[in-house]
């Protein structure tokens, strides 16, 4: 069945980094757009970075550009999200979504893994 596993959030200090994984099965991994968002308590999912295909276009929000980076690797379907000078703002559980590049109706969500910047 289809499978889009998160893993590596955790608890970091400002200023630190992590490197967010998400790992897919049961679909063409390569077909598809990848995607992180963010959730942080009482406010709305929002999209930190995307990406097409591997070496392909990419785009950030604005509160990340500079310090996030998303890349893939379709031989191991994964995505990947470096977060690097994290502070408190990103705190958040972040998904990441596969969208397919011909039919944004067919999309999945990964379970989500918690983000904490802390002191």
């Known amino acids: 069945q289809v499978q889009l596993v998160e893993s590596g959030g955790g608890l970091v200090q400002p200023g630190g980094s992590l490197r967010l994984s998400c790992a897919a099965s049961g679909f063409f991994f390569s077909n598809y757009a990848m995607s992180w968002y963010r959730q942080a308590p009482g406010k709305e999912r929002e999209l930190v970075a995307a990406i097409i295909s591997a070496g392909g276009s990419t785009n950030y929000a604005d509160s990340v550009k500079g310090r996030f980076t998303i890349s893939r690797d379709n031989a191991k379907k994964t995505v990947y999200l470096q977060m690097n000078s994290l502070k408190p703002e990103d705190t958040a559980v972040y998904y990441c979504?596969?969208?397919?590049?011909?039919?944004?109706?067919?999309?999945?969500w990964g379970q989500g893994t918690q983000v904490t910047v802390s002191s």
């Open positions: 979504k596969a969208v397919h590049i011909y039919s944004s109706n067919n999309y999945y």
